[in-house]
């Protein structure tokens, strides 16, 4: 009865041990499909923002030369920067 009971305690305690390894793995995991969502979020941000950036550019090619639209172009030119360099 005795031996009964250790190999049962051991077998139980192995259990607990690779439910707990399962555990460790799939909050890895969990970590890892987070940070690759949010790196996709990021992505699509990015997307939009030089998408919205070349759409504005493209509504100002009406020909007109002036202080408005200069400054128009340094504007866009400064966006484009900051989207270059990751912001946003």
Known sequence: MKDAQDVFLVRM???EDRLRVLAEEKVEAMEMAKELHEEIMSHERRQKALNDLLREMDDGEDGSVGFL???RL?????????LMRGGL
């Open 13 to 15: 305690r192995d259990y």
């Open 69 to 71: 639209s200069i400054y």
């Open 74 to 82: 340094r504007s866009l030119f400064g966006k484009f920067k900051v």
